[in-house]
């Protein structure tokens, strides 16, 4: 698995790399210009991320802007839908705004601090790894995680 973590936050790329590094390849870049340059450069190599964790508040270009270039440019490489990235928002802003602006592009919102479990379960769910069975949701709702737009909120178009 292939995984690009996008955020100015040192110390929350580090926890998200620490928490992904086992899984896979583990990219980084600290600001949206880079995070799309990195997704720009994995396509013309014919390597694709699997999986994109992105932060919304960033220098340069936050993440909501990236969310969208990167589905375009998902476009632009003629990814079919069931091929494109898996992308989890991981951010600090808990408010129903930037989730339903990110939920139609996105596949999971977290809010920081990230919890591994909750990471582990999306993940899992998304068919990243091998589920050893059925996916067991995160512990009861602790208001951090805000879910899967087709599976946990169909009420988002």
């Known amino acids: ?16 790399v620490k928490s992904l590094e086992t899984l896979g390849d583990v990219v980084t870049a600290a600001d949206g210009e880079a995070g799309l340059d990195a997704v720009r450069a994995a396509f013309e190599e014919g390597r694709p991320f699997d999986l994109l964790c992105l932060d919304i508040m960033m220098p340069k270009k936050d993440g909501q802007t990236l969310l969208k270039d990167i589905r375009a440019l998902e476009g632009e490489f003629g990814v079919p839908s069931e ?3 898996k992308i989890i928002m991981t951010t600090a802003l808990n408010d129903p705004a930037n989730l339903v602006q990110a939920v ?47 599976k946990d909120m169909p009420w988002v178009g």
């Open 1 to 16: 698995m292939r995984v690009l973590v996008v955020d100015d936050d040192e110390v929350s790329r580090l926890v998200l």
């Open 104 to 150: 139609p592009r996105c596949d999971a919102y977290l809010t920081k601090p990230v919890d591994r479990g909750d990471l582990m379960f999306y993940i899992r769910k998304f068919g990243l790894l091998g589920s050893g069975g059925a996916v067991k949701p995160p512990p009861a709702h602790s208001g951090k995680v805000w879910g899967q737009k087709d």
């Open 83 to 85: 091929k494109e990235a």
